[in-house]
């Protein structure tokens, strides 16, 4: 029953989105066409997550928004899904700590953990429309410090990171968790149901240069091209995901 309800979820989002964002659009002047999937961070004062901990969680907890059974289960799930893959796929990280962080656990979304990290997507909304418990998160102090060791597994999907661009981690993060899910909608249907079943294991490597330029132009890496908004020049490409030999 689960893994029906997570090919119809896949099924769902492969038929949505596209990684070109020009054939989406939003209305500024209609704020019920801007909208966004929220992403909270969690960053306490004290021991701060490593960065690529929090990017492989956050990579992990957008495609797993996507793939959940409730995108078809759930009524209010899978109609806010629907809103958001029509326009702009807009994300917005924030920072999450003690209590307003454990506030935000009861909203619908899913939660991931990944070594020092932990991360919490939600189902995105209208802009206009954030839960009052998500706009206490902060958008700024989403950065962290390098710290810890990327393990990187050969045999897992791999989303590399223009480490050029210099994007803060929550920038960074937003772009890692377009890519997965991309990526997830990319995939045949029964790769997906079993990546999703696995818990979506993955690698995030930073990279520049000629080793970045020779990822990204792989004829399998599937790309991210920003909207510019924030941080970086329109159209850049971010990030990228390619399969491992889980998914090949």
């Not at 799930?77 to 656990?105: F, P, T």
């Not at 954030?130 to 897992?156: M, N, R, S, W, Y």
Request: proline share 5%; with cysteine; charged share 20%.
């Amino acid at each position: 029953m689960q893994s029906d309800l997570i090919a119809k979820a896949h099924d769902f989002l492969a038929t949505s989105v596209s990684n070109d964002r020009r054939e989406h659009s939003e209305n500024p002047d209609d704020p019920a066409t801007v909208q966004a999937m929220q992403i909270a961070l969690y960053i306490p004062k004290s021991e701060q997550p490593a960065r690529n901990d929090l990017l492989v969680a956050t990579a992990q907890a957008v495609v797993g928004v996507c793939l959940a059974p409730e995108a078809i289960s759930d009524e209010i799930w899978h109609s806010h899904l629907e809103q958001w893959y029509g326009h702009l796929i807009r994300k917005v990280a924030r920072r999450g700590r003690n209590k307003a962080w454990d506030d935000v656990q009861a909203l619908a979304g899913v939660t991931t953990s990944f070594g020092s990290a932990r991360v919490r997507a939600f189902i995105p909304s209208a802009v206009s429309e954030v839960p009052a418990e998500i706009k206490k998160l902060q958008i700024q102090g989403t950065d962290v410090h390098e710290g810890g060791e990327a393990h990187f597994h050969p045999e897992l999907p791999t989303i590399a990171v223009d480490a050029s661009l210099q994007m803060t981690a929550g920038k960074a993060a937003a772009q890692v968790g377009h890519a997965s899910m991309l990526f997830a909608a990319s995939l045949p249907t029964d790769q997906a149901v079993a990546w999703a079943q696995a818990g979506f294991p993955l690698n995030v490597v930073e990279m520049q240069g000629e080793d970045y330029h020779n990822f990204i132009s792989h004829e399998d890496a599937v790309l991210v091209r920003d909207a510019g908004f924030t941080e970086v020049a329109p159209d850049s490409i971010t990030v990228a995901a390619r399969p491992g030999t889980l998914t090949a």
